[in-house]
């Protein structure tokens, strides 16, 4: 099995001082941009013949548009 690259967190992460920065929107505008990132990343996998991961991708799209749904939904 290939071995994953080191996942540590960037020195610039703000969660590490528990706050949000200016620029951060927050989970629901990250869920927004998940939502749509992995959309595209699902047409290429399956493009490429990568079924299984394009549904899984698809998953982690629906996941994300519900969290955004679930906050429309609690903002109402």
């Not at 967190?9 to 703000?14: I, K, P, T, W, Y």
């Not at 394009?54 to 548009?65: C, F, S, V």
């Amino acid at each position: 099995m290939r071995g994953r690259p080191d996942r540590k967190e960037d020195s610039r992460d703000n969660r590490a001082c528990g706050g949000e920065s200016a620029s951060d929107g927050g989970p629901d505008e990250a869920a927004r941009y998940l939502a749509a990132a992995v959309a595209d990343l699902g047409l290429i996998a399956r493009r490429h013949g990568l079924e299984t991961l394009g549904y899984l991708l698809d998953m982690a799209q629906m996941e994300a548009e519900d969290i955004v749904l679930g906050a429309a939904r609690d903002r109402s």
